[in-house]
């Protein structure tokens, strides 16, 4: 799959900065997916008062101090956090780097309307006199925001962007910094996902009104893909952000690789705004597969996108069985029903909470299948417990999102 | 307000906008941007806050008084004599 590709051409993952609602760095975050820890707690939001959310407890004045925190947003802090423990973990000599050929690229699912509901509330307390409208409101609301703080707090003076494709942008930010890194546009790319969503009220009143929005007397049952007693979406925060390196550099430095990234691709539906079409997202997987050079019976781990809507559910489950329905041996998990939906962070934490597998042989589940719903009774999920399997080597990590957008990564656990 | 209590609705608001700071020495003559990591933005934040907090606009002619703590109080002590 990677024969006749030159070292300059692969791509590999080389350092890993995490915060999601069970865990704030790979290790813990692994481990509270292999014994079941879920991250969905009771949250207050406003004007809506009691809901359920996956919360980040990350230590924001690790890489910041409490000035960066109030000038900057929540998806900042969380992306600067990411990004430093990234390259914390790649083993890079950071004061050594030419920052002008370190790239940023993060996924978001939207940015902009935390600050902007912020503002509103807080005119509202002054008869609407936009005077008192915040001149932090334009820095704090462009869209490259999460990845501007990532670059004012590391000195980085390479392009930085972010990429927004709705909750399917976690794997698009690693697209990206492959396809930067493949055009030498960048040397170094720090990339992932990121989100901040739990912080807008307007998130889960529109799921509400859109009858998507999860509950359940236990917070930790609230997320359940693929049960017949699911009834929504848990919103979450989070960030998963990689260093990314083409593999001659990541050889030249000895760096530990964790995965390759072997294959992928995106498209869109064409079709709905909201409805997912499973029609699209096999021809994504697909795609994904054919270019990576492998077929279904090659992939180890599908690592699915099921959200915890019918539909969704459903329309993955077809497109799963369609491509992997003779291929007994994938393992397919979901990690939402741990953490709830991370939204722009969703793909890039579901990826990266699936990679140790390479090394302890172990695949985590999806938990919370009390009931499976037979339209998403694919033989090959993990249900409830996570199962040993050896010599794991390729995952498949779908990311499908709003508007009908659609992308796949395929990472390889890492040989010559 | 007295001159007193201004000064003290000027730290509280320094406090807010700059919590990474020590406050506790400032002294009242020297410009904050000397003494303290202080931009235009934190500048701007300033007269937001006062803004917010007595209704008082200050015009952009009039932000060259608002360099030193003294010449901040000296400045705001008329405005606020009634608030």
Redesign the interface.
């Known amino acids: 799959m990677t024969q006749g590709i030159s070292h300059s051409e692969r791509i590999v993952l080389t350092g890993v900065g995490l915060t999601a609602p069970n865990g704030n760095n790979l290790a813990e975050f692994r481990q509270n997916l292999l014994n079941g820890v879920s991250g969905v707690v009771p949250y207050q939001t406003r004007y809506m008062g009691d809901v359920l959310a996956g919360v980040c407890n990350f230590d924001t004045l690790k890489y910041q101090k409490k000035k960066d925190l109030r000038r900057g947003t929540r998806v900042g802090s969380v992306s600067v956090y990411c990004a430093n423990e990234a390259i914390l973990d790649s083993g890079l000599d950071w004061e050594a780097v030419n920052r002008d050929r370190v790239g940023v690229y993060l996924g978001i699912t939207e940015h902009g309307n935390v600050e902007t509901e912020n503002e509103v509330y807080e005119i509202s307390q002054f008869q609407y006199d936009t005077s008192v409208w915040t001149h932090h409101h334009n820095p704090r609301t462009v869209a490259n925001n999460p990845a501007g703080e990532v670059t004012i707090n590391m000195g980085i003076t390479g392009p930085h962007l972010t990429i927004g494709a709705a909750c399917a942008a976690g794997n698009a930010g690693f697209i990206q910094a492959a396809q930067m890194l493949k055009l030498r546009e960048v040397d170094l790319a720090i990339a992932g996902g990121v989100s901040e969503s739990i912080h807008t009220f307007g998130i889960f009143a529109s799921f509400q009104s859109q009858g998507a929005l999860a509950r359940h007397d236990d917070p930790t049952k609230a997320s359940r893909p693929f049960d017949r007693d699911r009834n929504g979406i848990v919103v979450a925060e989070g960030g998963g952000i990689c260093t990314v390196e083409r593999l001659d550099d990541a050889l030249a430095r000895g760096a530990k690789i964790y995965a390759e990234i072997i294959g992928y691709a995106m498209n869109s539906d064409a079709k709905d705004f909201v409805l997912p079409d499973s029609n699209r997202q096999e021809q994504c997987i697909r795609l994904a597969l054919d270019r990576a050079g492998i077929t279904p019976d090659d992939v180890d781990i599908v690592s699915s996108h099921a959200t915890a809507t019918e539909q969704g559910d459903i329309e993955e489950s077809k497109a799963l069985r369609n491509v992997f329905g003779k291929s007994p041996n994938v393992a397919i998990n979901n990690t939402k029903s741990f953490i709830g939906h991370a939204m722009g962070a969703a793909g890039a934490l579901e990826l990266l909470g699936n990679i140790p597998s390479f090394e302890d042989d172990t695949v985590h589940a999806t938990i919370n299948v009390d009931h499976l719903d037979p339209e998403c009774a694919l033989d090959q999920l993990v249900l409830n417990h996570p199962r040993k399997k050896a010599n794991i080597r390729c995952i498949l990590n779908n990311s499908f999102g709003m508007l009908g957008i659609n992308s796949v990564l395929i990472v390889k656990k890492f040989d010559e | 307000m007295s001159p007193a209590e201004i000064r003290q609705v000027i730290i509280d608001i320094l406090e807010?906008?700059?919590?990474?700071e020590d406050l506790s020495s400032l002294n009242d003559e020297v410009a904050f941007r000397e003494q303290m990591?202080l931009d235009s933005?934190d500048f701007?934040?300033i007269v937001?806050e006062l803004?917010?907090l007595y209704r008082i606009?200050i015009p952009e002619e009039d932000y060259h008084h608002l360099v030193t703590m003294k010449s901040t109080v000296d400045y705001l002590t008329p405005r606020l004599k009634d608030a």
């Open positions: 807010k906008i700059a919590p990474d990591e933005m701007l934040d937001m803004r917010k606009q």
